[in-house]
């Protein structure tokens, strides 16, 4: 006997079991998880991947007051989107990047540094075996995307006498060189400002001198290594690390700094994290060969925990402002040239380096093509200058610091006057170091000694 409306009901329940499963499917794979499975550790991942997609809004160059002209502004720019630091087989169409290089180098050359064309040639080859830390597709895409952004908010100020500065890595001046693309794309041909390369690779990328005391105070800094492993978590470390490699380096990947940079690397072109446990995966196969999101997630919070403890500690807000030093005098507060226009391309540690002096510490590193941005805004045929502080299209305040002109709307607007400026880097260096004068050479020449930083860390 046939039930009325029996079969409809099972029809209904198979086609939705059916469709489930579908969903199931597209939704896990053995390469990790669907960028549509929402999860609040996907939501920050997705934050500092900064993809090109995202809509890019901001406050640069826009202010509610008709008192005050942009007269200048330093820009700070992170590369885009890399591949994993260190060694590793990679296989990426977004690493598919000879023909973007070969228009660089054929349209820019007569502008490069020599060594910028030797590092960009080393990505000037049509195949998509990746390299370790290189600019991929997205990175590309991230950077013209925000020239393009930047081109109505600060392109009246570009000039022949505007500074373009990259540290000296592939993708910083890859970074750049897309930037420039829409930002200003005859900038070669017409102004011709000179494309100028950092001259230091290390912990403090843009000092024109050498300052031992950056990593003297960083290796006193709280570590994150191999030692740093919660029990519950150490698994992770078997799952990822480099079995060829006993360093604990980027390259070794046995701590959970340079695990938690590869697993952000690998899922920002995928949107997929790599080795997530599947739905069939039975407990006993867990932990020998996949990681679930519930682990995910403690092992993010952890590292993310490690990441700040470090980053509040004093020798590192000690290292911080001595990388920072002479990109806020020498760029900022005390250029020594007087062009309106500056574009720095450098790392997350040069951006963090200056909001950390700023009193904005970050407690995880900044997104892929983050941008830092002081403006120096003036009044009409008034020569006192004001700044303003953008991270990411959002304006920053300097904690600490009372307008000195309680009475305008200067407070309202986020300006900061010039010599509350200089008083609050004075004020930060006495803090740290016991010395008032941020702006004597010497003096800055003796913080950055190693001499004067052993007798620091004995008091």
Not at 130 to 157: E, I, M, P
Not at 237 to 243: I, S, Y
Request: a neutral charge; hydrophobic letters at 35%; proline letters at 4%.
């Amino acid at each position: 006997m046939v039930v009325p409306g029996r079969g409809k009901r099972v029809l209904v329940v198979l086609v939705g079991f059916c469709v489930l499963s579908l969903f199931v499917v597209n939704l896990i794979d053995n390469e990790g998880l669907s960028y549509n499975y929402q999860e609040p550790l996907l939501a920050d991942l997705n934050v500092y991947c900064n993809h090109p997609d995202s809509r890019l809004t901001g406050a640069e160059g826009r202010l509610s007051s008709k008192n005050f002209e942009l007269v200048g502004a330093t820009i700070f720019i992170r590369h885009g989107e890399r591949t994993p630091m260190g060694t590793e087989n990679l296989s990426w169409n977004e690493c598919n990047t000879g023909s973007v290089v070969n228009q660089l180098i054929s349209r820019y050359w007569s502008c490069l540094h020599p060594v910028a064309i030797s590092l960009l040639r080393g990505l000037a080859r049509d195949n998509k075996k990746c390299q370790s830390a290189q600019l991929t597709l997205n990175g590309v895409a991230q950077h013209k995307k925000l020239g393009k952004f930047f081109k109505y908010r600060y392109g009246s100020l570009f000039g022949r006498d505007t500074e373009i500065i990259s540290t000296q890595y592939s993708r910083t001046i890859m970074s750049l060189l897309s930037f420039l693309t829409e930002f200003k794309p005859n900038w070669c041909q017409s102004e011709k400002p000179q494309f100028n390369l950092t001259a230091t690779t290390h912990n403090y990328h843009f000092s024109k001198t050498t300052c031992d005391a950056v990593d003297l105070l960083i290796n006193k800094a709280p570590k994150i290594d191999n030692s740093t492993w919660t029990i519950d978590l150490a698994y992770i470390k078997n799952l990822f690390e480099n079995k060829n490699s006993n360093a604990d380096d980027w390259d070794g990947r046995k701590n959970p700094e340079t695990i938690a940079d590869f697993i952000r690397a690998k899922y920002c072109p995928s949107k997929r994290l790599p080795k997530l446990c599947m739905a069939d995966h039975g407990m006993s196969e867990q932990r020998d060969t996949c990681v679930t999101m519930a682990d995910y997630e403690n092992f993010f919070s952890t590292y993310n925990s490690q990441f700040s403890s470090r980053a509040h500690e004093v020798n590192y807000l000690r290292s911080r402002y001595l990388a920072a030093y002479p990109m806020l005098i020498d760029y900022v507060l005390r250029p020594t040239t007087d062009t309106r226009l500056k574009i720095l391309s450098g790392h997350d540690i040069d951006l963090e380096a200056v909001l950390t002096t700023l009193g904005n510490i970050q407690d995880v590193h900044v997104p892929y093509a983050s941008r830092l941005v002081i403006e120096t805004w003036k009044r009409p045929k008034n020569p006192t200058r004001f700044y303003r502080i953008l991270l990411n299209g959002q304006v920053l305040v300097i904690p600490h610091i009372p307008t000195a002109e309680p009475n305008t709307n200067v407070a309202n607007l986020k300006l900061l006057q010039h010599a509350e400026f200089e008083d609050y880097m004075s004020n930060v260096q006495q803090s740290l170091f016991s010395h008032k004068d941020a702006f004597s050479p010497e003096v800055y020449s003796n913080l950055c000694s190693q001499t004067y930083t052993e007798q620091l860390l004995e008091m």
